[in-house]
């Protein structure tokens, strides 16, 4: 990624007020059929996954700017937008907050059956990522929320995002089907995030050898590897939490590599997809390959990578003009041509002209 930076989105509790979500929705469908009937479905994908875009998309609709709700209000103003909409317009939103972030498989698959397509690649990408972003990365954040964007052609983007309940900081996992090759070599879009964490960033690309030895040796009789656990439990790595027996409870994991090594994954990819197959089995994983093979994961955090967006007070760096520029123009085109209340549009122009001052 050629840009990099972090926001700032502290955890805010509560839901948004019922007069503001009631115009939120109108006004973000509104916005989401110009773009794509002025630039494309696909282009809509890719403005979602593009973080600073989907930040000024919130603004634009009247939320708080910097906290983490704006995440999960602007996600479900916008799947209840285009609950009526979608299969005219060929988009389609699925999961959400807590408990309805576990529908998404059930709701992917109810679309695809009205598309006549296969639901399966879809339901992958939404659980493989959940994976990645859960377990892959452990950066201290655990997932609370998965909203799943597709098209009727099986294009699809993720916004995902963790709470670190230590910081009281939230962290936003983008991701585009377009821009992804590998689901665990640098697969996401962007990452916001408040700061640097302690990290053990397994989908790195410096951490091949890793993944490479980890399903190799997940394919090995258990024995084997818990063996070599045992010579783990006073290891310090860098940046990371010292292993110990309440960290890497050895009868959960044998059962775990009980389970691997009579699948035996392929690879590393094969390994993440493995129910049961969590951070803990990772990291002990990642750990004895280094202490068998050398192979050391890597401990850069993904954010600093990624892009992220400035603030409008310049913390915690000012924004891309040019860029910023492009959303207005977009925005007014979007708010010019929509089908909603001229008062409305009025006030969401005075939003916009307030932050872009």
């Known amino acids: 990624m050629a840009r990099t930076g972090f926001a700032q989105l502290p955890l805010h509790g509560g839901k948004a007020p019922r007069y503001l979500f009631e115009r939120m929705v109108p006004l973000s469908r509104e916005i989401i059929i110009f773009v794509a009937r002025e630039f494309g479905r696909e282009d809509v994908l890719r403005r979602l996954s593009d973080p600073y875009w989907f930040q000024a ?26 609950r009526d909409v979608g299969a005219e317009l060929g988009i389609f939103v699925a999961g959400g907050k807590g408990t309805t972030s576990r529908k998404t498989p059930a709701e992917i698959t109810a679309a695809c059956e009205k598309l006549g397509r296969d639901p399966a690649p879809l339901v992958y990408a939404s659980r493989i990522s959940a994976k990645v972003d859960n377990s892959a990365v452990q950066d201290g ?21 963790g709470m670190s309940d230590e910081t009281s900081m939230a962290r936003r996992y983008h991701w585009l089907s377009d821009n992804v090759r590998d689901y665990v070599n640098e697969p996401h879009a962007a990452i916001c995030c408040d700061t640097v964490a302690p990290t053990l960033n397994l989908v790195a690309a410096e951490s091949a050898d890793v993944r490479a030895a980890s399903a190799l040796l997940a394919g090995l009789k258990p024995e084997l590897t818990l063996d070599a656990l045992g010579h783990l439990p006073s290891l310090d790595m860098p940046r990371r939490h010292e292993v110990t027996a309440s960290d890497i409870n050895p009868k959960y994991l044998a059962k775990v590599l009980l389970r691997t090594y009579e699948r035996a994954p392929v690879d590393f990819e094969s390994l993440l997809s493995i129910e049961g197959v969590g951070a803990k089995t990772l ?75």
């Not at 998309?57 to 937008?81: I, M, P, Y």
């Not at 799943?148 to 995902?160: A, L, S, Y």
């Not at 003009?321 to 925005?331: G, P």
Request: charged share 20%; aromatic share 12%.
């Open 57 to 82: 998309f919130g603004c634009v609709l009247g939320f708080d700017w910097h906290s983490s709700g704006l995440t999960t209000t602007v996600c479900g103003a916008l799947k209840e937008g285009l």
């Open 141 to 161: 954040y655990q997932l609370y929320h998965h909203s799943f964007v597709f098209t009727e052609k099986g294009q699809w983007c993720i916004v995902q995002q």
């Open 283 to 357: 990291r002990a994983l990642a750990l004895t390959s280094e202490l068998i093979y050398g192979t050391r994961a890597s401990q850069n955090d993904p954010a600093r990578f990624s892009f992220a967006h400035g603030g409008k007070d310049g913390t915690p760096y000012p924004v891309d003009r040019q860029t910023y520029d492009k959303t207005i123009e977009v925005m007014h085109k979007a708010l010019n041509g929509a089908r909603i209340d001229r008062n409305e549009k009025i006030h969401a122009f005075r939003r916009l002209a307030a932050w872009a001052g």
